[in-house]
């Protein structure tokens, strides 16, 4: 809804997360529970610009997703959600908010041509979220579909971004929304999920690499520094992250036992 009187328009009311970067003249905030995983693809936007952003508690968007579509800000199944106060705007969806905020950061193609391709990896990077985490934590891994998403799925995607690398997608001079989405899924993912990063770097070197600079932007590494001090390598949350990590700790003690 684009209107004056969105049931939110007074603000989060719980403490922001990010005091550092919160006033109450900020004119973005950002409605997303305290995990990384689809939030990060906004935040990191900012973080890498060193932007201010505020953050709303997890009360606060506890209380939006469950009301009503109708007594909604804007009607949405899940955030993230972004509060844009100076456009009186809120909108949900990932892949819309990502590049709403990239062109007000400056982050956003040049060409329509670059500017498709910066939307086609950042649609990849959502099919990988939803792929990781079993549509939504829909059902919990089991061991013959793990096996085949980390030995088949996971090394073709990453194989994909890192073809789309190779062919300057992503990995430019000139860094836009679709490079800090490849770090946020894969800097993400092995970060929080560091059995990962091995994977990575056999498929999609190129694409580890990126993330190693991405990460490295000090305003961004900032960021991340103060979020794994608050939550830790907590990733997609809930009992599909508890799956997640027991896949992947069944899978260390099968590479322990193959090496014994
Ligand atoms: N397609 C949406 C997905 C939103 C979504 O699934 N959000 C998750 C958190 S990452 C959630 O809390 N979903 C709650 C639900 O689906 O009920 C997007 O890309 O933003």
Redesign the pocket.
């Known amino acids: 809804m684009r209107g004056e009187a969105g049931p939110a328009s007074t603000g989060p009311k719980s403490k922001p997360k990010w005091d550092g970067f919160m006033s109450v003249t900020t004119r973005f905030t950002l409605y ?2 305290p ?1 990384p ?3 990060c693809f906004v935040s990191y936007l900012f973080a890498y610009r060193d932007h201010p952003l505020a953050m709303a508690g997890a009360d606060d968007v506890a209380e939006l ?1 469950a009301r009503p579509p109708g007594e909604q800000p804007v009607p ?5 959600v972004l509060w844009d106060r100076e456009a009186n705007l809120y909108l ?4 819309a ?1 990502v590049p709403y905020v990239a062109r007000v950061l400056e982050l956003f193609p040049k060409t329509p041509a670059d500017e498709a391709l910066a939307m086609k990896v950042l649609m990849d990077c ?1 099919d990988v ?1 939803m792929e990781i ?1 079993n549509y ?1 934590g829909s059902k919990m891994w089991t061991p013959e579909a793990w096996r085949s998403f980390r030995g088949e799925r996971l090394p073709r995607w990453m194989q994909i971004f890192e073809s789309s690398l190779d062919r300057g997608f992503i990995g430019t001079d000139a860094p836009h929304y679709g490079d800090i989405g490849t770090f946020a899924l894969f800097g993400t993912m092995t970060r929080c999920l560091p059995e990962l990063a091995a994977d990575l770097k056999a498929h999609a070197p190129g694409v580890f690499d990126l993330c190693e600079r991405i990460g490295a932007q000090p305003s961004l590494k900032r960021f991340r520094d103060a979020e794994e001090a608050e939550f830790g390598q907590r990733y ?1 949350g809930g009992q599909i992250e508890a799956s997640i990590r027991a896949m992947l700790a069944a899978d260390g003690l099968g590479a322990a036992a193959e090496r014994a």
């Open positions: 997303y529970w995990i995983f689809r939030g997703r949405f199944i899940g955030p993230p949900s969806q990932m892949p908010i959502n979220l985490c939504n997609c």
